[in-house]
């Protein structure tokens, strides 16, 4: 039984999109939850903006970053600073349907072995406008199905904390530190179960690293070597990986 979910949310420069963040979180169905949210040094009003909200709610927790550390050290410092046995991640650009976590920890509650719990996701520009096209995703996927096409997106995990403790995310900004993660947690515990509904909005933003296509391809091939992946399984699982990515995002641009 899940007794309390920690929404781990990373901040940079999120002024104009983390209240829409925040408020999808707020508006859970499930309301045990505590929300850390990690400015790694803005430079907009994302801080007072955080600060608003940890005033009005006794559930958020602000940590304000002394140096600027990239997203992958902050999710790590939310995961330390957590108070629940049960880690949401989310994005600061990114929101939740109100249903999802509910979904996710009935998952769970019915197969209580379950490590880490993903969803499937739709997708919206930077201007608000919501694509035809959702990304689905299998109920229950392994390691090696993994390595062929990342269908963990961060924003939809919920994940066991001491999962995480054991399996940081790696802070090589050239790499996907998100899916060298899951690949590190999927050893240890062998699967995860995914939900096939679009309980996560994802914004498709140019200014991220996986914006820039042939960047997120060399990111890939990095991954894989960082995860220990031998060559030519690596080899093998990025080209699948790229036929997938070029299938995947050629259909959120056609709708």
């Known amino acids: 039984m899940i007794k309390g979910i920690s929404v781990v949310i990373p901040c940079y420069n999120a002024e104009k999109t983390l209240g829409r963040t925040v408020d999808s979180v707020l508006a859970q169905s499930y309301q ?3 929300i850390i949210l990690i400015d790694d ?5 994302t801080l007072a903006l955080a600060r608003e909200y940890e005033a ?8 304000a970053k002394a140096e600027n550390g990239g997203v992958a050290r902050a999710r790590n410092d939310g995961v330390k600073a957590a108070r629940h046995d049960w880690i949401a991640f989310v994005d600061s650009d990114d929101y939740w349907t109100a249903d999802k976590l509910e979904k996710q920890i009935a998952a769970v509650e019915r197969d209580p072995s379950v490590g880490l ?3 499937g996701s739709a997708f919206v520009s930077e201007e608000g406008k919501r694509f035809d096209y ?6 229950r996927i392994t390691y090696n199905e993994l390595l062929s096409q990342n269908l963990i997106s961060c924003s939809s995990v919920l994940v066991k904390k001491e999962l995480m403790e054991h399996n940081p995310m790696p802070t090589d900004k050239d790499i996907h530190e998100d899916f060298a ?3 590190s947690v999927l050893k240890e515990c062998g699967f995860a179960v995914g939900i096939n509904e679009p309980l996560l909005i994802y914004q498709i933003s140019s200014k991220s690293k996986s914006g820039n296509k042939l960047y997120a391809v060399k990111m890939q091939w990095r991954t894989y070597r960082c995860a220990g992946v031998g060559f030519f399984k690596a080899v093998k699982h990025f080209v699948i990986y790229a036929y997938r990515s070029l299938k995947k995002y050629g259909g959120i641009y056609r709708s």
Not at 134 to 139: A, H, R
């Open 32 to 34: 045990d939850i505590e």
């Open 41 to 45: 040094v803005s430079r907009d009003g």
């Open 56 to 63: 009005k709610d006794s559930r958020i927790r602000v940590i």
């Open 117 to 119: 719990v993903f969803t």
């Open 134 to 139: 959702t990304l689905s995703v299998p109920e």
């Open 181 to 183: 993660a899951w690949l």
